[in-house]
T-cell receptor, first 114, second 113 residues
Framework: EAGVAQSPRYKIIEKRQSVAFWCNPI?????LYWYQQILGQGPKLLIQ????????DSQLPKDRFSAERLKGVDSTLKIQPAKLEDSAVYLC????????????FGQGTRLTVV | GENVEQHPSTLSVQEGDSAVIKCTYS??????FPWYKQELGKRPQLIID?????GEKKDQRIAVTLNKTAKHFSLHITETQPEDSAVYFC????????????FGSGTQLTVLP
């Protein structure tokens, strides 16, 4: 089966610029997650969608981060304006709904803020 | 919220030896504990998981044990091979349909030939 697709793979921007990441989950997966993985750390959940609704965005820095999943399929994560500490890999994952489901990860977008 | 601690942060073993990675969690309500393997520059991939109604699960050379009372779980890899070299992450998730994973900080496993 096709995996979770993310683009771009790499992005370098200057601080205070804006950036957007795109994710296409596995077909049929209603749940979509965005994780931030800082170098040397485990992934940290930023936001979780169930179809096109937000389940949890408690760890999303809402003053600069936003995410949407308008049609319940693809999702975009935006940072505006970016800070140096936003440098990380942004991982998208998806899963079927339900309690016994595996989360499948995309390859991630490596963001470097200079 | 949930807090997952993982150790050691780095682990080197000789090929053929066993490797053990340990994690503790804070939320007694957590009931799903997956382990992910992440090779350099690649996506995390699930290698094994365990649910709280089971104490041990094994899949070929990989096993996971869970102690709910002590709130810790461990990954055991036997007969290690060079291709087992990677970063391993444990995670914990609360019950319900929202599978929000809280990850540990990772263990860099190096298998020396």
């Amino acid at each position: 089966e096709a995996g979770v697709a993310q683009s771009p793979r790499y992005k370098i921007i200057e601080k205070r610029q804006s950036v957007a990441f795109w994710c296409n989950p596995i077909s049929g997966h209603a749940t979509l997650y965005w994780y931030q993985q800082i170098l040397g750390q485990g992934p940290k959940l930023l936001i979780q969608f169930q179809n096109n609704g937000v389940v949890d965005d408690s760890q999303l820095p809402k003053d600069r981060f936003s995410a949407e999943r308008l049609k319940g399929v693809d999702s975009t994560l935006k940072i505006q304006p970016a800070k140096l500490e936003d440098s990380a890999v942004y991982l998208c994952a998806s899963s079927f709904s339900g309690t016994n489901t595996e989360a499948f990860f995309g390859q991630g977008t490596r963001l470097t803020v200079v | 919220g949930e807090n997952v601690e993982q150790h050691p942060s780095t682990l080197s073993v000789q090929e053929g030896d066993s490797a053990v990675i340990k994690c503790t969690y804070s939320d007694s309500a957590s009931n799903y504990f997956p382990w992910y393997k992440q090779e350099l520059g690649k996506r995390p991939q699930l290698i094994i998981d365990i649910r709280s109604n089971v104490g041990e699960k094994k899949d070929q050379r990989i096993a996971v044990t869970l102690n709910k009372t002590a709130k810790h779980f461990s990954l055991h890899i036997t007969e290690t091979q060079p291709e087992d070299s990677a970063v391993y992450f444990c995670a914990a998730s609360p019950p319900g349909s929202a599978r929000q994973l809280t990850f540990g900080s990772g263990t860099q496993l190096t298998v020396l030939p």
